[in-house]
């Protein structure tokens, strides 16, 4: 692990095995730390923040520190790749996101350092004094929150960190990473190139481990100012709850159950590939995936036969190291196993399953899946309500515009959505109604836009100068002239 500026073992000496979701193969051993290891960081990251130099950083010194980080992943792009792929079971079709969107951010951030209002002067007031009125000066100032424990996921581990590294070095904070026991090495591999970057000791810090002991600690700290969580919405209500007792600034990308809205005008022949995307984008391993389809009631039927089709064509399962594979495996056994249950409780509760549901029988080891589509889905019922984060899409027919846009709106999540049709300004109409984070109409998606949830999809936002917001602190300064 990298504490206060040194490669350290856990001090229990023990590891565990990251295994290959694809192959079972062990891909690596990390360290398997415990509270003390965590308690050992946060005081790195604290005495860093509160006494090292990192404090009199300048916009341009924090700029410097992100594009290093940026050349150093593009130099490593083939290295990153290979852990991505064996670790993370991430197929070459998501790595647009997983590889070169990260780097395109951290430039990103590098340019906000430079662009961001640090102090911004308000208006002149007049001030009654003993000497008569003067004029009254004020300032807005941004300061870093502090210490800013961070709690990536492990689906997308290079996009979903660095939205959280970039705009904590931009506006000059430490921080503790405590990664997904998953999918720990992009961030220790973020570790190895911020070595390089010659960075004050305890500003960046990683501690890995298997133990739910490690996040409460760095959540329950009172000498940790922030947390940034992404992950489920039960892990986010336990962070909220705990976290609440030292008032702690809180940001929390959580899950989704977002809704695709077939309008009566689209092309079902475009529209298959966007409304078939569950079943193969990253085995369906991503919050803001799109597995409620909804469509008229009269294409209802038709959009089923095009789906099977195109997943019986198009998708190819296999080992995410093959560049030609769709759909790798989902991340571990437990996963595997929990995606099952759903699929049964889709057929207890009367879907139609169209196509998958069990396992591919050519595939003897890794933790795979077949795409598996439903049919005939009701919103009640618990595949159309909870996230599956597996290669499972559910077919909901509606009978009018407002009913589907109340479909749309029936449910607990609100982070991502779509809507496919012929015609944009009625979609962007039809998207200001939908209560969820993200809508893209006909596949169009900004990743560098602010990213995050209505209702229990979370707080706060990601994602250029939205992000830079998350990690400061507004004071006001006032003097007389």
Known sequence: MYVDGRWVEAQSGKTYALPNPATEAIVAEAPDASREDMRAAIAAARKAFDEGPWRKSTPGDRRQVLLKIADELERRKEEVRSLLVAAAGAEYVTHLIQIDRPIELLRLYADLALRFEFETMLPVVPVPTAMGIVA??????????????????????????????????????????????????IDLLLAEILEGCDLPRGVYNVVTGQSAELGAELVESPMV????????????????????????????????????????????????G?????????????????????????????LLERMAAFIQMAVKIGDPADPSVMLGPVIREERRLKIEEYVESGRREGAQLIIGGGRPKDLGKGYFLE???????????????????????????????DEAIRIANESSYGLGGAILTKDTL????????????????NGAFNL????????????????????MHEYTEVQTVAWTS
């Open 225 to 272: 100012d922030k947390i940034s969580f992404t992950g489920s919405v039960a892990t986010g209500k336990r962070i909220m709850e705990a976290a609440s007792r030292t008032l702690k600034r809180i940001h929390l990308e959580l899950g989704g159950k977002s809704a695709t809205l077939i309008l009566d005008d689209a092309n079902l022949d475009e529209a298959v």
């Open 274 to 302: 966007a409304s078939s995307s569950p079943a193969f984008f990253h085995a369906g391993q991503g919050c803001a995936i799109c597995t409620r389809i909804l469509v008229p009631e009269n294409k209802h039927d038709d």
């Open 371 to 401: 795409p598996t589509v439903f049919g005939q889905v009701r919103n009640d019922m618990t595949i159309a309500r909870e996230e599956i984060f597996g290669p499972v899409a559910s077919v909901l027919p509606y009978r009018s515009e």
């Open 426 to 441: 009625r979609a962007i109409e039809i998207a200001k109604q939908i209560r969820t984070g993200t809508v893209g109409i």
């Open 136 to 185: 009254g000066n004020s300032m807005a100032v941004h300061q870093p929150v502090g210490v800013c424990g961070l709690i990536p996921t492990w689906n997308f581990p290079l996009f979903v960190s660095v939205q959280k590294l970039g705009p904590a070095i931009a506006t000059g904070n430490t921080m503790v990473f405590k990664p997904s026991p998953y999918m720990p090495l």
């Open 448 to 467: 560098f836009g602010p990213f995050g949830g209505f209702k229990q999809s979370g707080i706060g936002r990601e994602g250029g100068m939205w992000g």
